[in-house]
């Protein structure tokens, strides 16, 4: 009888043996914690399709961020949303904004014991829902430009660590970029949502952050989800423009790009595990068809394995919690 030369289940014979062998290990610090902020409302607020997630009264804020940085998680993602929208946005400029209110909150209580990062957007303030302005029933490019760079400098000023742009704006890097470094805010980096797709895992997400464009959809900025050479340019796009991290989102559907990512390109990637990958997972354990941490353990390590360097995730809080526990 021959024997098979290589036996690769030696290396699989215990639990040390295995943790020896390990190649990705998740950790908390690989996590980003999103949040959503909403402009006067006294008592947390409910998301139907993403159980367990909240938006949050300002006053909330400071214990929330405590809850996340005494788990381990090194950043936060701030959302908005206001009380009043108009064909601008304006509120996501406003230095009285939501954003603004509950970045300086979290600013004067942690000091730099936190990564602030904020979503610098427009389609949470805009009364039509889309992520730019309109003109001429279009979304008006770089007349969207002005306005985003305004929002950024507006979050800079309250004291963000990062702006994280997904408006995908053609020059949204550069024009924030040169925007922040007129303002003296050279310190401030920028994660951009680099290839943002066009994707159906955002619903449950347009409830929660009630964004849901009025009319039309964003096929005209966002990226089809068809397209891998045309994600890399945006990549590559975002690189010359001076971005410090690119991100590629949704993450799931998409661990291609970021191992493409990786390999081409030595910036830090951070992947957006959006939130139709939480409601997926989350119903399909409500009905006890998978297991919900050990589904969220297999699904992290992945996009972990596949390249990214950290995971904007809804799990953030209870993946970093089983992960202290085991
Ligand atoms: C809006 C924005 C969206 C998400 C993040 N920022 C929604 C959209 O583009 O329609 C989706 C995030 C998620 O689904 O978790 N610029």
Redesign the pocket.
Request: aromatic content about 20%.
């Given at each position: 009888m021959s024997f098979p030369t290589r036996r690769l289940r030696r290396l699989r014979t215990s639990e040390k043996m295995r943790e020896l062998v390990q190649e990705t290990r998740l950790s908390p610090s690989d996590l980003i914690c999103p949040i959503f902020v909403q402009e006067d409302i006294k008592t947390r607020i409910k998301i139907e399709s993403m159980p367990s997630i909240e938006r949050l009264p300002l006053d909330d804020v400071t214990d929330e961020v405590g809850t996340i940085s005494d788990l381990g998680i090194p950043a936060i993602m701030l959302f908005g949303i206001p009380s009043n929208k108009d064909e601008t946005g304006s509120s996501a400029f406003d230095d009285n904004g939501i954003v603004q209110k509950a970045i300086s909150q979290v600013r004067e209580n942690f000091g730099d014991k936190i990564v602030i990062m904020a979503?610098t957007?427009l389609?949470q303030f805009t009364s039509t829902g889309h992520?730019g302005v309109i003109s001429n029933n279009k979304v008006d490019n770089d007349a969207s430009l002005e306005l985003l760079a305004k929002t950024a400098v507006s979050q800079a000023k309250a004291g963000m660590d990062t702006s994280s742009p997904?408006?995908m704006m053609d020059g949204q890097v550069a024009a924030i970029r040169n925007a922040l470094d007129d303002e003296g805010f050279s310190d401030v980096s920028i994660m951009s949502h680099a290839a943002?797709h066009r994707s159906n895992?955002?619903s449950?997400?347009?409830d929660a952050?009630a964004?849901a464009p009025e009319f039309g959809d964003?096929k005209t900025y966002?990226m089809p989800y068809t397209n891998a050479r045309e994600a890399m340019m945006e990549v590559e796009t975002d690189i010359n423009e001076g971005v410090d991290i690119v991100m590629i989102k949704p993450a799931l559907s998409y661990l291609d790009l970021i191992s493409e990512t990786r390999r081409r390109f030595n910036i830090p990637v951070a992947a957006?595990s959006?939130?139709?990958e939480y409601a997926l997972v989350k119903a399909a354990s409500q009905l006890g068809y998978v297991n919900e941490n050990e589904v969220t353990d297999e699904i992290l390590s992945s996009i972990k394995r596949a390249g990214a360097d950290m995971i904007v995730t809804y799990f953030a809080k209870s993946a970093a919690k089983f992960m202290q526990e085991s």
């Open positions: 979503d957007c389609c992520c997904s408006a943002k895992f955002y449950p997400f347009r952050a964004c964003r966002q957006y959006v939130s139709g």
